[in-house]
């Protein structure tokens, strides 16, 4: 039942995700969605030591109420946001 309603909150746009962005890389992550705010915000550490295991630096965490149109933005790799729309990584799911 929860995830159904994580899904239906997801489809209008209010679901919470988790928002990282890392300088080096030069890459912006989405995970999620979350129900809530709190399920997000408990969920943040683990993404962040997983990337820092990954070599990222730079990290800086938001938590969005919103919808993202890609879960993965790698600027340094010429896969800019174009006009808010954001490419794919090749064998990324979105």
């Keep these: 039942m929860k995830d159904l ?3 239906l909150f997801n489809l209008f746009g209010l679901a919470w995700w ?4 890392t300088e080096i ?5 989405y995970f999620g969605p979350f129900l809530g705010a709190k399920a997000a915000a408990a969920s943040k550490s683990g993404y962040v030591e997983d990337l820092e295991q990954e070599g990222a630096q730079g990290i800086k965490v938001t938590l969005r109420r919103f919808k993202p ?3 993965t933005v790698a600027d340094d790799l010429g896969e800019k946001s174009s006009q808010g729309v954001a490419r794919t ?3 990324q799911f979105q």
């Design 5 to 7: 309603l994580t899904n």
């Design 18 to 21: 988790v928002e990282v962005i």
């Design 25 to 29: 890389p030069a890459c912006t992550y």
């Design 69 to 71: 149109t890609r879960l």
């Design 89 to 91: 990584l090749r064998g």
